[in-house]
């Protein structure tokens, strides 16, 4: 079915002139920017944040609830320890349950996701039986969508492998909850193929690695079948398979005011089809603000595994961290990867959960230091923060702290972590996409206030090139 060799189409390169783009884009940074002071001023929620840091109401959702803090008799944030909701359900008795009675959990979150409610387990069997129908991708479309076209973003080629899908759909656009809830089914089975082949073409064709394709196995769960189709072999653990499972449930949802969320809830109300709003989700998850925050965590720890001989050495550690923070280690960013959330203050409850499992999959792989590096982390950010920039900042551990520990002692190849997180959130998506079809009934179309000068108009023959000068003497 797959050709042995990989031969995608080769790069076309630009003709622009570099000095072209470099001088224009001089200008462009110019005029484009826009006075941080015009914001207070016009009382603008810049990045739809108020001005205590809580996110601007927009909208409405009965999916998923994230609680970080609360809000006093002056507006002020009080922190709070984390707590997120699906439908209702509090995800420690979600993901403890299913570590209690040893099963797989993420197809049951899906459930509850999209239908509101925690299926019996005929239900439960019925669906799984549906999506193990849509295991296997439509024929040749792994080898004329995803091996001959390999992208070194595998996050690129979901989002084009889902879009490609609208090609081999009977009826793409059709929004009725009906048939969106079809596409939805189906998108969630053929996931693990679109980015295990992605992977596998990415791996072949740009790293020089042996392609292993693998059919996905209708009888096995999500999280087996991802494990299966990406490692050379095939193998894995039922205690790997079910931590995946556990870290696909975490990531399944978070809220609709999450940057891909609305995302979808912004591009379902346009009454577009299902895989460009999903494929759209994906953009905004593929972020490094976003979703790829987990890549940067798992970068973090390597470099500094790099420059700290001893990561036992806790002076050394600090000494390390203290560069970051001053933008002096690791991408110059200034942040400690891992540690704070724009929600959660006290505690993130997805890390709570994780930070469990990271430890016994570190006990069980000899990776001990791995997981005590990470809560020495978690433990001194705050402190050294305060040393650092001279005052104090709640920061709990995020999510991302332990689920990048968590895929490198899995073996997950580290350009997997934000395609896993996609994976999993394509859960929530659907429903967030059903929810806004069903009750949004409204074109999201927020306003921006225009705070550019009124100009006359000039005859080409009359015009001049741009001044930088001219230009800041007209909008002072």
Excluded at 9 to 26: A, D
Excluded at 204 to 214: E, G, M, P, V
Excluded at 237 to 259: F, P, Q, S, Y
Excluded at 375 to 389: D, G, K, M, P, S
Aim: some cysteine; glycine content about 6%; overall charge positive.
């Amino acid at each position: 079915m797959f050709k042995s060799k990989i031969t995608p189409g080769e790069k076309t390169p630009s003709n622009i002139p570099k000095s072209f783009l470099e001088t224009m884009s001089q200008q462009l940074e110019t005029i484009n920017y826009i006075d941080s002071s015009l914001y207070k001023k016009y009382d603008v929620k810049r990045g739809l944040r108020n001005s205590n840091g809580t996110g601007v109401l927009v909208g409405l959702t009965n999916i998923g609830a994230v609680e970080g803090y609360k809000i006093d008799e002056n507006k002020n944030k009080v922190p709070i320890k984390g707590k997120l909701y699906y439908r209702g359900y509090e995800i420690q008795d979600l993901v403890k349950s299913y570590i209690a009675e040893d099963r797989f959990g993420f197809e049951e979150v899906t459930y509850l996701l999209i239908f509101g409610e925690l299926p019996t387990k005929s239900q439960l069997n019925s669906f799984k039986e549906y999506i193990s129908k849509k295991r296997e991708l439509p024929p040749d479309f792994a080898r004329d969508m995803i091996l001959t076209t390999p992208s070194r973003s595998i996050m690129n080629k979901l989002a084009r492998s889902v879009l490609a899908l609208y090609c081999y759909d009977e009826n793409p656009d059709d929004t009725s909850i009906t048939n969106v809830l079809r596409q939805s089914i189906d998108l969630i089975g053929y996931f693990p193929a679109l980015l295990a082949y992605a992977y596998q073409a990415k791996s072949s064709y740009f790293d020089n690695k042996t392609l292993h394709i693998r059919n996905p196995l209708p009888e096995l769960s999500t999280a087996e079948n991802i494990l299966r189709m990406l490692r050379p072999h095939g193998k894995y653990t039922d205690l790997e398979a079910k931590c995946l499972d556990i870290c696909l449930v975490l990531h399944a949802e978070h809220g609709g005011g999450n940057n891909s969320a609305f995302t979808i809830h912004l591009v379902s109300s346009s009454g577009t089809d299902t895989y460009s709003a999903i494929s759209a989700g994906i953009g905004a998850l593929k972020g490094p603000k976003h979703g790829g925050a987990n890549i940067q965590v798992i970068k973090m720890i390597k470099d500094l595994k790099a420059n700290v001989k001893d990561i036992n050495d806790h002076k050394a550690v600090d000494e390390y961290l203290i560069k970051v923070l001053k933008k002096q280690a690791n991408d110059k960013s200034g942040l400690i990867y891992g540690m704070g959330h724009a929600v959660y203050t006290l505690s993130d409850p997805r890390a709570v959960l994780l930070k469990g499992l990271a430890k016994k999959l570190a006990e069980n792989t000899d990776h001990v230091d791995d997981y005590l590096l990470c809560e020495y982390i978690e433990e001194r950010t705050e402190e050294l923060y305060e040393q650092v920039h001279g005052t104090r900042k709640t920061m709990c551990a995020n999510v991302d702290l332990y689920s990048g520990l968590v895929y490198t002692l899995l073996n997950i190849p580290h350009d997997i972590a934000t395609p896993l997180f996609a994976l999993a959130r394509l859960s929530g998506w659907a429903a967030h996409r059903i929810e806004e079809l069903s009750s949004g009934n409204k074109l999201i179309r927020p306003a921006y206030m225009s705070v550019a000068e009124k100009k006359e108009f000039v005859p080409l023959s009359k015009r001049e090139p741009f001044s930088l000068k001219d230009f800041l003497n007209r909008t002072k």
